[in-house]
């Protein structure tokens, strides 16, 4: 690259100043047009700001050298000024030809840099749309805390202390919680069900409401398994509530999401608080019911549990809301697990996938 016809410092008036330093950077904006790889940009860089040799450090140098004094301060000023307008310039001028002066940094006419567009993570979609199928049946949606204590978790859900049905939640406990009593010991919330306690305490029946949540459980991470995990609790009570209103409830909530060829059933389970308790099969949505590998060639797919709310729940919400008498009321609860939902509906084999992060994963569904 030619020499760039620098001048020389003769005078140290203002003006002169300014015309010196206007001079080099106008040289450098005329290099810099130049430069359109990043190879050239990067032999600009060296040629004007390069530690040893580079233009800059010896026009600093030969200038301040000579001036008197008084001056100094100004070429100072100056110099700084050039030397972060030429770096700038490099620094942003990467891929496309740096220019010094604002008025040449922006070509309007180039394409801007289109921003990645956001979209909803498959298992929040699923969540939006298990809970609206319910919301769409008149039920609220609440929330509570992932960080719970063992009486909403465990003892107001009618699991006795050392119930051997509490080794069936794999509970990730809170340390250091000894020295206080077991109800109110700390524990990150198994399941959505302590929602459904701590909402009846806070509203007397009739109550129609669904639950949204992250629950946490001591398991080990494999193709189906992850310690974090979704639920979508419900709870409706009311007066008459019935076996059939539950069966016909999920029928249509199962119906609605997998589509309305979709089959249900119920077969005997046991969960504590709930009392009959069953566990619901959907017809496979991979095969319609022939049997196939995904549902182990039976035909269904066991998605939820559910049951009528035990009197023993209504005990302990009576404690601080009596309304919940059992002899007037009754009710029916379920809870299912949305992360398989979310993996049946799009095809996701890994349930590690739905916590990795991974970018091209995630790419897929926006
Ligand atoms: N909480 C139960 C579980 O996590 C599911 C369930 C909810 C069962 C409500 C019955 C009623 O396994």
Known sequence: MPNPEIPKLEEYSLKALDHFFQTIQACFSQEATQAHTPEAIEELRIRWVGRKQGLLKTIGESCLKTAPADAKKAIGQRFNALKEQIEQALETGSGSAPTASPADSI???????????????????????????????????????????????????????????????????????????????????????????????????????VIPGKVHRNDAADATHSPIFHQVEGLCVDTNITFSDLKGTLDHAMKELFGSSVKTRFFPSFFPFTEPSADVQISCIFCGGKGCRKCKHSGWIELLGCGMVDPAVFGFVRERQPAYDPKKISGFAFGMGIDRIAMMRYGIGDIGLLYSGDVRFLEQFA
């Open 107 to 209: 070509d309007i006419t180039l394409p801007g840099t289109r921003p990645g567009t956001g979209a909803e993570h498959p298992l929040i979609r699923t969540l939006h749309e298990v809970v609206g199928i319910f919301e769409r049946m008149g039920y609220s949606v609440g929330v509570g805390p992932e960080v719970e204590t063992d009486y909403y978790n465990f003892e107001s859900l009618n699991f006795p202390p050392n119930h051997p049905a509490r080794d069936t939640q794999d509970t990730l406990v809170v340390a250091g919680q000894q020295g206080k009593p077991l109800r109110e010991r700390l524990l990150m919330r198994t399941h959505t069900s302590p929602v459904q306690i701590r909402t009846m305490e806070q509203q007397p029946p009739p109550l129609r409401i």
